[in-house]
């Protein structure tokens, strides 16, 4: 089993509808949470940071996370053209050195349809 | 402020060579990590410098290595290329203790 499952999609959604993403984990120890978005040909960019189970609201996106079910999601809300792209999610976990690793999942390609 | 800057873009080399990729953190950034991104297997963690030392490494053979300079710098380096290395190589920085990286655009090298 790996440690973060993603769908891989693709979704397809029309422009103005809720988009729904998530994530499963396996590994207890993770603590921070994260969604990126990646576009063709650029390096991930981080869109969402969360801590602590619940939810976290900016703008259009709001992300969940849910430690006893190891599950995180991704909404966005009015979704629009310009929102087509991959959406990663990355948790990690302190190492013994002190150091916070990125564990990813593989990624939804998400299209909206204008 | 700057972000995350990665040189070269794009770098095609023969199999067997090696190559250099750099990578240049946000200013105030200690901490740079490596990332290889494959469609095959995703991101998957290379290593991480902190202040000139390697803090972490993922599972990749002893032809992937890098380090740290005094500026915060990095470098990575990959000896006797093989062709399962083409991928996208991105390096992340963060503040000292921080969780939240931030990638650059990455370098996507080709091994022919």
């Known amino acids: 089993q790996k440690e973060v499952e993603q769908d891989p999609g693709p979704l397809s959604v029309p422009e103005g509808a809720i988009v729904s993403l998530n994530c499963t984990y396996s590994?207890?120890?993770?603590?921070?949470f994260m969604w990126y978005r990646q576009y063709s040909r650029k390096g991930p960019e981080l869109l969402m940071y969360?801590?602590?189970?619940g939810n976290k609201e900016d703008g259009r996106f709001t992300a969940q996370v849910d430690k006893s079910s190891k599950y995180i999601s991704l909404f966005i809300r009015d979704s629009q053209p310009s929102d087509s792209a991959t959406y990663l999610c990355?948790?990690?976990?302190?190492?013994?050195?002190?150091?916070?690793?990125?564990?990813f999942g593989k990624g939804t390609k998400l299209s909206v349809i204008p | 402020k700057a972000g995350v800057t990665q040189t070269p873009r794009y770098l095609i080399k023969t199999r067997g060579q090696q190559v250099t990729l750099s990578c240049s953190p946000i200013?105030?950034?200690?901490?740079v990590s490596w990332y290889q991104q494959t469609p095959g297997q995703g991101l998957q963690f290379l290593f991480e410098y902190f202040s000139e030392t390697q803090r972490n490494k993922g599972n990749f053979p002893g032809r992937f290595s890098g380090r740290q300079f005094s500026n915060s710098r990095s470098e990575m380096n990959v000896s006797t290329l093989e062709l399962g290395d083409s991928a996208l190589y991105l390096c992340?920085?963060?503040?000292?203790?921080?969780?939240?990286?931030?990638f650059g655009q990455g370098t996507r090298l080709t091994v022919v």
């Open positions: 969360t801590y602590s189970s």
């Open positions: 990355a948790m990690s976990a302190r190492s013994g050195a002190g150091s916070y690793q990125l564990t």
């Open positions: 200013s105030g950034h200690r901490s």
């Open positions: 590994n207890s120890a993770f603590q921070y």
């Open positions: 992340a920085s963060s503040f000292p203790g921080g969780t939240e990286a931030f």
